[in-house]
T-cell receptor
Framework: GAGVSQTPSNKVTEKGKYVELRCDPI?????LYWYRQSLGQGPEFLIY????????DSGLPNDRFFAVRPEGSVSTLKIQRTERGDSAVYLC?????????????FGAGSRLTVL | AQSVTQPDIHITVSEGASLELRCNYS??????LFWYVQSPGQGLQLLLK??????LVQGIKGFEAEFKRSQSSFNLRKPSVHWSDAAEYFC???????????FGKGTMLLVSP
């Protein structure tokens, strides 16, 4: 597609529920990133994929968070047993490569609210 | 590990006045530096980037930034601010061998009439 698409744009859930957030990157971009942006903060890195594999998941806060990219395109961020502290905007980005000197293109984000 | 400091949480500028947003980074080698802008409800849009070469880089919407290695800074400037520039601005640092970016906490720009 023309840009990075994220769905849903808004998700309200109850504490303890399971949530999936989807990211559809720019066609041809091999690298895909997930960031989390809490209120008043800058984006914080969660995980990035090069192709189908998670190349770096050091930013995932705990084992309730998991992400997949089974065919090297669309990615899903999965959050189990949601907590109120998980409320944030989850941003997805993609880039042509993961060399460091690359430009990340971001989606509009998925705003998650845990009640 | 890299880190980024944006010392100003909020800045208010009159329309037509000049703007400078500060960014300081911490990284031992030559960094890759970025400025992104985020309007309410929108994703991050790249304004400009520095990888190497000329330390004064031009971006979109009339913005420019200057890399100063001696000061570990990458300040964003615009000679004349427009009301549509009101948004949140994020500085980010990357590096060779690192595939991810580290962001600052952002500076919210308010434009007064």
């Amino acid at each position: 597609g023309a840009g990075v698409s994220q769905t849903p744009s808004n998700k309200v859930t109850e504490k303890g529920k399971y949530v999936e957030l989807r990211c559809d990157p720019i066609s041809g971009h091999t690298a895909l990133y997930w960031y989390r942006q809490s209120l008043g903060q800058g984006p914080e890195f969660l995980i990035y994929f090069q192709g189908t594999g998670a190349a770096d998941d050091s930013g995932l806060p705990n084992d309730r968070f998991f992400a997949v990219r089974p065919e090297g395109s669309v990615s899903t961020l999965k959050i189990q047993r949601t907590e109120r502290g998980d409320s944030a905007v989850y941003l997805c980005a993609s880039s042509l490569s993961s060399s460091g000197a690359n430009v990340l293109t971001f989606g509009a984000g998925s705003r998650l609210t845990v009640l | 590990a890299q880190s980024v400091t944006q010392p100003d949480i909020h800045i208010t500028v009159s329309e037509g006045a000049s703007l400078e947003l500060r960014c300081n980074y911490s990284y031992g080698a030559t960094p890759y530096l970025f400025w992104y802008v985020q309007s309410p409800g929108q994703g991050l849009q790249l304004l400009l980037k520095y990888f190497s070469g000329d330390t004064l880089v031009q971006g979109i919407k009339g913005f420019e930034a200057e890399f100063k290695r001696s000061q570990s800074s990458f300040n964003l400037r615009k000679p004349s601010v427009h009301w549509s520039d009101a948004a949140e601005y994020f500085c980010a640092v990357g590096a060779q061998g690192y595939s991810t970016l580290t962001f600052g906490k952002g500076t919210m720009l308010l434009v007064s009439p």
